[in-house]
C-alpha cells in the first residue's frame, strides 16, 4: 500500500469488518503507533481512538462510505466523503466529512483532524 486511504479505514475498522481481522490488526493496518485523532476540538491518541472504533463496531449494523475528494502530497493527506450507516437500532445517519492530516514515513495515518455535518440522504 502506497499509503493510507480512510475509505478503505472506515470499511475495515467498522462498516464492514473482515471476518477474523481483529480490530487492534485493523488499527495497525492503518494508523501508525503515536497515532492522534481530532474532533470536536478534542484530541485523543492511538489507545483512545482504538476504544471509540471498538464502540462504533458494537453500534453499527452496517455502512458505506462514498469519497468525493481525496488528495495526498508527500505526507500531506486531506480528503471528503459521505458515509451512510444502519445502527443495531434500525436508525440511520448519514453525514459529511471533511480529513485532513499527516502520513507517516511507512503510509499509515499520524494524524487526521476531521469535521462534518449531518445530511439528508438522496
Same mark, same amino acid.
Given at each position: 500500500?502506497?499509503?493510507?486511504?480512510?475509505?478503505?479505514?472506515?470499511?475495515?475498522?467498522?462498516?464492514?469488518?473482515?471476518?477474523?481481522?481483529?480490530?487492534?490488526?485493523?488499527?495497525?493496518?492503518?494508523?501508525?503507533?503515536?497515532?492522534?485523532?481530532?474532533?470536536?476540538? =478534542?484530541?485523543? /491518541?492511538?489507545?483512545?481512538?482504538? $476504544?471509540?472504533? %471498538?464502540? #462504533?463496531?458494537? @453500534?453499527? &449494523?452496517? +455502512?458505506?462510505?462514498?469519497?468525493?475528494?481525496?488528495?495526498?502530497?508527500?505526507?500531506?493527506?486531506?480528503?471528503?466523503?459521505?458515509?451512510?450507516? =444502519?445502527?443495531? /437500532?434500525?436508525?440511520?445517519?448519514? $453525514?459529511?466529512? %471533511?480529513? #485532513?492530516?499527516? @502520513?507517516? &514515513?511507512? +503510509?499509515?495515518?499520524?494524524?487526521?483532524?476531521?469535521?462534518?455535518?449531518?445530511?439528508?440522504?438522496?
Amino acid at each position: 500500500m502506497s499509503h493510507a486511504r480512510i475509505s478503505e479505514a472506515l470499511r475495515a475498522l467498522v462498516f464492514a469488518p473482515e471476518p477474523g481481522v481483529e480490530l487492534s490488526e485493523a488499527v495497525d493496518r492503518f494508523y501508525s503507533p503515536d497515532y492522534t485523532h481530532r474532533a470536536d476540538g =478534542r484530541t485523543i /491518541d492511538r489507545e483512545s481512538f482504538t $476504544r471509540m472504533a %471498538a464502540g #462504533f463496531r458494537d @453500534l453499527i &449494523e452496517e +455502512g458505506t462510505v462514498t469519497v468525493l475528494d481525496e488528495v495526498s502530497d508527500g505526507s500531506v493527506y486531506a480528503e471528503r466523503h459521505v458515509f451512510h450507516i =444502519r445502527l443495531k /437500532d434500525g436508525t440511520t445517519q448519514h $453525514r459529511e466529512v %471533511a480529513l #485532513f492530516g499527516t @502520513l507517516a &514515513e511507512d +503510509g499509515r495515518f499520524r494524524h487526521l483532524s476531521e469535521t462534518g455535518f449531518d445530511i439528508t440522504p438522496a
